[in-house]
T-cell receptor, first 114, second 113 residues
């Protein structure tokens, strides 16, 4: 089974403060992990994926297989970062026959105050 | 480029009524998904289709059926709607099953009274 846990439903910080959105996963194979973001009145969209090791809008995320975590970090939060953030895992479906099951966490609403 | 299109955007049903949510993508993607989004529960996978001709259950399939009509279209059917199915439903697609970006529709807000 694959599971994604985001322990914080709400996270509030002030502009310029560091922010970390936590994500832990449970998966027996080699995971593929993503962060998606949903801004107000917009569609859910990809923010970054672990395999790319990239920084998008100042956000980074490192896959820690030992701690089964994929936390999202940004050193200096901006007001425009306020949104719903989802961590997601892509793995194998039932019986190992179908790779492509995409599972999301519960989401974290980030609010950045001026 | 329309991407992923869902219809309808809003729907109100009475308990026991049936309906089909439509989803189509024009990106030639292989994998398609149906999720429901509820406050505090995040996005929960209902059904998915890793490729044309296959469908699999997700976390919360009870009360739903799906049809992968062709490569473009993946519909979600509620045979007998219940108030517990009041939610926002999202369709998504991916080019391939592995490590590719998922593109989402704009969502369908369904209320069952």
């Amino acid at each position: 089974a694959q599971r994604v846990t985001q322990p914080e439903k709400l996270l509030s910080v002030f502009k310029g403060a560091p922010v970390e959105l936590k994500c832990n996963y449970s998966y027996s194979g080699s995971p593929e992990l993503f962060w998606y973001v949903q801004y107000s009145r917009q569609r859910l969209q990809l923010l970054l994926r672990h395999i790319s090791r990239e920084s998008i809008k100042g956000f980074t995320a490192d896959l820690n297989k030992g701690e089964t975590s994929f936390h999202l970090k940004k050193p200096f939060a901006q007001e425009e970062d306020s949104a719903m953030y989802y961590c997601a895992l892509s793995g194998v479906g039932a019986g190992g026959t179908s790779y492509g099951k995409l599972t999301f966490g519960q989401g974290t609403i980030l609010t950045v105050h001026p | 480029n329309a991407g992923v299109t869902q219809t309808p955007k809003f729907q109100v049903l009475k308990t026991g009524q049936s309906m089909t949510l439509q989803c189509a993508q024009d990106m030639n993607h292989n994998s398609m998904y149906w999720y429901r989004q509820d406050p505090g529960m995040g996005l929960r996978l209902i059904y998915y289709s890793a490729s044309e001709g296959t469908t699999d259950k997700g976390e919360v399939p009870n009360g739903y059926n799906v049809s992968r009509l062709n490569k473009r279209e993946f519909s979600l059917r509620l045979e007998s709607a219940a108030p517990s199915q009041t939610s926002v439903y999202f369709c998504a697609s991916k080019a391939t099953a592995r490590n590719t970006e998922a593109f989402f529709g704009q969502g369908t807000r369904l209320t069952v009274v």
